[in-house]
């Protein structure tokens, strides 16, 4: 079956994309297998030596992924570009673990313990459309790492960066079998990793509720997994803050990649005494957000990802809650202006639902506790940012809040050096940092008696 890609910018059809078959799956699972063990038979400095050359021919193809992107997911060039160097650095990064797969040993009596770390075998990664080339490299790189083949389904509406990546892994001296790319259905082919056998781990990418269809489904074999899901993030600003800072920054928090971001900080509490100047600066902010062509380089937002996408983030706007709008370009294209509301219930569904879109609603709070209060009132807990100038105020509302990634006075979250991952049913398990390598291993422990 092949499916028509379209341009979200201009609804110009591109090109179409053959979907993998259950069959064709099977025979890459198969292939995986077989290539599996004689990767992890690589002395671990070969394999290092691999990452490293995958992570140069990524470097090389920059340019080119990242128009992909911008054709393909309406992503802005700009961040495009980011994108397509940040896949580098996580392969670099993670091409430093071959050789520090370091195992214990262990004091014990009559003999030596020692302890390694296997890989799993085949690991398979299900991403989502939303930052296809990034997802797909936090679970791929750690993976290859620690010795695993993977296969990487993509997102139907987006395979276009990950085929490509699929194509330099080749080139750069990944062996055949080791990275397969297989773009498809989830229902045949993501579905398929979670079924079969040999398929040890899945990587998920994408809503919660499909999450929980893997994680029921992997239950049958005790198939390890690791779900990143759904998000609706608070950006929490008290009135000690630097307010106007506060106010000028959020728009990037939330409206990025079009809102279309699991880190998104759709929901601004703000507290009570400052709420109306945050507003003000906030709508300034809003409306020197740039959305347009996703091929200039001075374009902060481009258009949400399909028609259908537009039509689900816009059932979440009620005009009598919307409290002003940016701008955003008319004609063909699935365009969307920043929008921000005002919602009079905390019940209101934009403060509960993941929009997934460049909508964002501002409430206020009385002090410390509702703030607090407010922000873990959600099944999510994914990221957030918390701006105050107390430093023990710093301290418990960040410890307070139930959520995986948080950033002070600031909004970034996501550093392929440090962990990230959701709390509650934003997701389970931790990717990047560290220590991401090891989550693609079992633990061995082996005694050896000293006679
Ligand atoms: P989705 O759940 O619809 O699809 C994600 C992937 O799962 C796609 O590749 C899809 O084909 C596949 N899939 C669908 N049904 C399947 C099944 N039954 N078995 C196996 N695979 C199946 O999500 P989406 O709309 O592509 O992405 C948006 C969601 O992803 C949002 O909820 C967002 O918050 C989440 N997300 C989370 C993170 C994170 O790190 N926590 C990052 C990005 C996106």
């Not at 728009?251 to 507003?279: K, W």
Request: hydrophobic share 40%; proline share 6%; glycine share 8%.
């Amino acid at each position: 079956m092949s499916y028509q890609l379209v341009n979200p910018a201009t609804a110009e059809a591109m090109e179409t994309i053959e979907h993998t078959s259950l069959e064709q799956t099977d025979d890459a699972i198969a292939n995986a297998k077989s290539a599996q063990r004689r990767w992890a038979g690589l002395a671990p400095a070969e394999r290092a030596e691999i990452l490293r050359s995958f992570a140069d021919a990524v470097a090389g193809d920059v340019e080119n992924l990242a128009a992909l992107e911008v054709r393909n997911s309406g992503h802005p060039i700009s961040q495009a570009r980011w994108e397509a160097n940040h896949v580098r650095n996580v392969l670099e990064y993670y091409a430093g673990a071959p050789e520090r797969l370091i195992g214990k040993q262990i004091p014990v009596a009559g003999g030596i313990d020692i302890t390694f770390h296997e890989p799993l075998g085949v690991v398979g990664i299900i991403t989502p459309w939303n930052f296809p080339m990034t997802i797909a490299s936090w679970g791929f790189a750690p993976a290859l790492a620690a010795g695993n083949a993977v296969i990487v389904k993509p997102a139907e509406w987006t395979p276009l960066t990950t085929m490509r990546l699929g194509e330099l892994a080749r080139e750069a001296g990944v062996p055949e079998g080791v990275f397969q790319v297989l773009p498809g259905k989830g229902s045949v082919v993501g579905n398929r990793f979670v079924t079969h056998e040999d398929v040890r781990k899945v990587v998920f990418t994408g809503s919660t509720e499909v999450g929980k269809t893997i994680m029921r489904g992997a239950a049958d074999q005790i198939k390890r997994v690791t779900l990143e899901l759904g998000g609706k993030s608070a950006n929490i600003v008290f009135a000690d803050a630097d307010v106007d800072k506060a106010a000028a920054t959020a728009p990037s928090s939330v409206f990025e990649n079009a809102g279309q971001d699991c880190c998104a900080r759709s929901r601004i509490l703000v507290e009570a005494s400052v709420y109306d100047r945050f507003m003000q600066g906030l709508e300034k902010s809003v409306a020197a957000f740039s959305v347009g062509d996703p091929t200039k380089d001075e374009t902060e937002m481009g258009p949400l990802v399909t028609s259908v996408h537009r039509d689900s983030v816009a059932s979440f706007v009620e005009d009598d809650k919307v409290a002003f709008r940016g701008s955003a370009p008319t004609g063909p294209g699935n365009w969307f202006a920043p929008t921000v509301l005002a919602p009079s219930s905390l019940d209101d569904r934009c403060m509960r639902e993941e929009i997934f879109g460049p909508v964002v609603a501002v409430v206020p709070f009385k002090d410390e506790a509702h703030a607090l209060e407010i922000a873990n009132s959600t099944e999510y807990g994914l990221s957030g940012s918390i701006w105050t100038r107390d430093v023990g105020r710093v301290i418990r509302v960040a410890r307070g809040v139930e959520s995986g990634n948080l950033s002070v006075n600031s909004h970034s979250s996501v550093r392929y050096s440090t962990p990230f991952g959701g709390f509650k049913q934003s997701g389970l398990g931790r990717e990047l940092g560290p220590d991401a390598p090891l989550h693609f291993t079992e633990e061995k422990n082996v005694f050896i008696p000293n006679d």
